[in-house]
């Protein structure tokens, strides 16, 4: 009657029919929309961060929350709530569930290619939208603190592909040190560094959430420039889940080797970018995790010593 196609792996709307009952169930599953995210600004988490006093109530007992003014967050706002509640409008869904290929540091930007991630709408009364007009609604709403390329939708199989598939990160990081640097000794450090195996201890500064082990991470590539005797500018190509700031400073020897342990100087990560996130063993837009036409070219590669902030090039099919 309606001319729509039969799903019978996963429809969008679902019925469930009991004759001796006489009743008639409906369930109309989750839309997904897939994209990648740009975090213009630092100190913005990727998604709400709940104030850990007061459990995001922002009162403690009848009192307001000191931590978070009452609030019950300890960020104002966060990329989620930059792009979540705009989806959910215009596909008039109930709520969202932002779901991310991994988390920047909050002090991070994400920037060149941007960050791979799905919102998932709940009970949406539309779904067939204009993903490039959603795309504006977003960057508009998000006033430059936040930009989304690349919106397509998607099946519901994209957030386990988006959450499980292992994926190479690109890196900026300005680093100081507390005591000079000969050049020499910076671009060997740098060297040894690239193609190297890291044995890396959880850090101090995520001990209390993650788990306490040693894990084995993949230094790809690995360029830097000192600009002064105590300032360079380093880019990493990593396996997924190095700690960056840690390869820098060593985190007292829980990290070898690192630029701080080759250099015998005190190295700290005064900003960091990443700059790129690629899958490893395939791209993070496989077509057959789309339900739309859009063409979203997977971002190129480049070497760590090219300046250039790769883009997403995205075009619409007539």
């Known amino acids: ?69 009452g609030v019950g967050l300890l960020y104002e706002t966060s990329v989620e709530q930059l792009t979540a509640p705009v989806v959910c409008d215009v596909m008039d869904g109930t709520e969202t569930s932002f779901h991310g290929a991994g988390r920047e540091d909050v002090d991070a930007r994400m920037l060149g290619t941007g960050r791979p991630f799905v919102i998932e709408v709940f009970e949406p009364r539309r779904r067939d939208v204009n993903t490039v007009r959603l795309e504006g609604d977003i960057n508009a709403f998000a006033e430059d603190m936040v930009e989304v390329t690349g919106l397509r939708l998607a099946t519901y199989n994209i957030v386990e592909w988006v959450k499980e598939l292992d994926a190479s990160k690109r890196y900026r990081a300005v680093v100081s040190f507390d005591e000079r640097v000969d050049e020499d000794a910076f671009t060997q450090a740098v060297s040894s560094l690239e193609n190297s195996s890291i044995e890396q201890r959880t850090p101090r500064r995520v001990s209390h959430r993650r788990a306490d082990i040693t894990r084995t991470r993949e230094v790809y590539q690995m360029g830097g420039e000192l600009h002064t005797p105590t300032k360079a500018v380093v880019d990493i190509h990593t396996a997924g889940g190095l700690y960056i700031k840690e390869l820098i400073s060593s985190d007292e020897g829980r990290t070898e080797p690192s630029l701080a342990e080759l250099l015998e100087v005190s ?31 997977s971002p190129t590669q480049v070497s760590p010593q090219s300046s250039e902030w790769m883009c997403t090039r995205v075009n619409q099919r007539s």
């Not at 005064?270 to 070219?297: C, H, M, Q, W």
Request: aromatic share 10%; proline share 5%.
């Open 267 to 297: 190295a700290t990560v005064n900003k960091l970018d990443v700059t790129g996130v690629y899958g490893e063993s395939a791209p993070f837009e496989k077509d057959t995790l789309f339900r739309d036409d859009r063409i979203v070219e």
């Open 1 to 69: 009657m309606t001319g729509g196609e039969v799903s019978f792996e996963r429809p969008d709307v679902q019925f469930l029919i009991d004759p001796e009952a006489d009743t008639v169930e409906c369930s109309n599953h989750s839309a997904f929309v897939y994209g990648r995210y740009r975090k213009l600004e630092r100190d913005i988490p990727q998604t709400k961060w709940p104030c850990n006093a007061c459990q995001g109530s922002g009162y403690i007992g009848q009192q307001q929350c000191e931590k978070c003014d």
